[in-house]
Structures are given as C-alpha cells and as structure tokens.
C-alpha cells in the first residue's frame, strides 16, 4: 500500500500533482509538515518501508518513482521501483533492527531546535505576520542548512524561487544525503525486462 | 498583564494566556497548559516524573516560566514574545528512542477531498511511504 505524503504550502499546490497521478492509494497533504518532524526527513523526495507491523524495515532512501530529473539526479527509478516489487513479493530488501538503527538518520538538539523555528514561522506566515515569520523560518535554515525541508521548502513561503538562485546557493554548500543513498543499486544495468 | 499566547506543540495550537515581560514568556496557567503538574516526585505527566532540583527556576508569578518548562522537559523551543507565539519540539532523545525502536509513528493527515487518512488505518499491510514536494 503506498501512502504518498506532499510537503506543500495547500492542497492546492498538491493539487495538480495529485490529479496528474490519480492514485487509488491514500495521496495526502501535510502543511505542518508533520511526517518530516516525526520521521526526521532532510529531504525530498524520500521512500521509506513499514513492515506489516507497522516498523520501519528500510529506512529514509532518495529515490524517484520517475526518470524526469534523471540527467540532474544520475538516478534511475527502474532499479528501485524493482526492488520495491520484490519486497513486496517476498520480504527481499526488509533490513534487520541493527542496521535500520545504523542507517536511519538522528535528530539532534540543533536539526529539532530547527524544527520548532520552522513550525513558529509557519504559523506566523498563515496568520499573516509575515516579518516575523520570516525571521523564524531563516533562523530554521542557519540551525539546519543541510535539511531542504526546512531551507529549501521555506523559500515559497517566503515568496522565492526554489529553483532559482537562493537553491544554487544552497546547493553549493551540500546536498542531504540519506545514508541508504550509497547501498542502493539506482545505477543498476538494465535488465531488459522492459 | 495577561495576553493571548499561542503554543503549538507537534502541530497542534495551544491558546493560552502569558505575561511577557523583558523577553521572559509566563504562563499563569502553569504545566498544565501542556499537561504536566506538580508532584512531590517533581514534574508529572501521566506514569512519567520528571525530579526537578530547582523549582523555584521554574515557577514565576503562580505560574510557569516558559523557557524553563522546556529545558526541563528537554524541547528545544522557538518563541516570540511580541507575537505572541511559540513552537515546541520533540525532545531530540525522546525522537531517537522512538525511531531507534523501529516503530513507525504514526500520523493522520487529509487528502485533497479533505478526508482524514491515519498510518494505522493500515496496519496488516506492507507501507511505502513516499515522500514529496513541488519543491
């Protein structure tokens, strides 16, 4: 069962998106951005397992459901997409307790300080307090430069193009990485099953 | 004097009421605008007590110091006292422990036809959760 989750500003930002893909499968908005705090997200897009009892079997991994940003990326959705059809075939890929520990990444004074920033600029945005909001949402950005959920996902709300200048920037200093990025086979050969 | 005050914890709104003065965040209403109260034990919520060595730190004009309930509770908070609000996180250790024990946390959030969807509507079945944004 895919739940998709969009880290948007409304519904209506999710909206073309989510008609796009018409999915059977729950296609959900999270203004709060809720699912990042609780699963201590970086950066999207990002797939995560839960096993049949509700745990985390392979954690965070940015990956794409689609070759569109392949070029930019260097990663291929086909090899990904395959190994999710496994598991749910047959388990194949569920990591053990010790290594989603090991590979699931750690929330820190300073990326949760930033969380709480990000939710009061937030609020202060909705309410129309647009200043101050601001000042909240930056300081988010300084606490936590390599989480694009914060820095990168706060730039529309502040009325900049997050796929403009302030991103380049940003993207100069570093990229989130989610651990699992390295082990999994994206560049995998392909296999020709079409 | 007291104001409206508006705390969100973990994306719910608390409207309370504060004192601001010279920065310092008050909250007459005390731990139990966040559902803690005072034991003998120290600070309580439900079966957990927190031993609090200093609490006259903590109390201020029959009330709670904002600033430090969070330290105590170990939640990094945001706050701006001209605005009137403040946000709490998750104590970063309470964080860990819950992902370190594998258990997906759940959440319940709407779809585009405003209909409410919980993680554990789907317990039973394997769950890819895919994350995204336009962003």
Known sequence: MPITVALERSADDARPFIEAAAPTHPSLIDTGHRVAELYHITNVPTMLWIDEQGRICRPHDSQFGTDTFAEVTKKLSAPYLEMIRDWVRTGAGALDAEDVRRLQPAPSEESELARAERALGWYLHQRGSESAARVHLERAGRLAPLDWTIRRGSLPILGENPFGPAFFEMAAEGKPEYALEALTPTHAPDTGDG | ?135
């Not at chain 2, 969070?70 to 996180?89: F, I, K, N, Q, S």
Request: proline share 7%.
């Open chain 2, 1 to 135: 004097m007291n104001r409206p005050f508006r705390l969100i914890d973990q994306g719910r709104v608390i409207e309370t009421e504060a004192i601001v003065r010279d920065g310092a965040v008050v909250l007459p209403g005390g731990p139990a605008v966040l559902g803690w109260e005072w034991k003998d034990e120290g600070l309580c919520r439900g079966d957990i007590c927190i031993p609090v060595r200093d609490a006259d730190a903590l109390r201020a004009d029959g009330g709670v110091d904002l600033a430090a309930l969070a330290r105590t509770l170990g939640r990094p908070l945001a706050v701006d006292p001209a605005e009137g609000a403040a946000a709490l996180a998750e104590a970063p250790a309470d964080r860990s422990a819950r992902l370190a024990s594998r258990a997906a946390p759940d959440f319940t959030l709407p779809d585009l036809a405003g209909k409410m969807h919980s993680l554990s509507d789907h317990v039973g079945k394997k769950v890819l959760l895919v994350v995204y944004a336009s962003w």
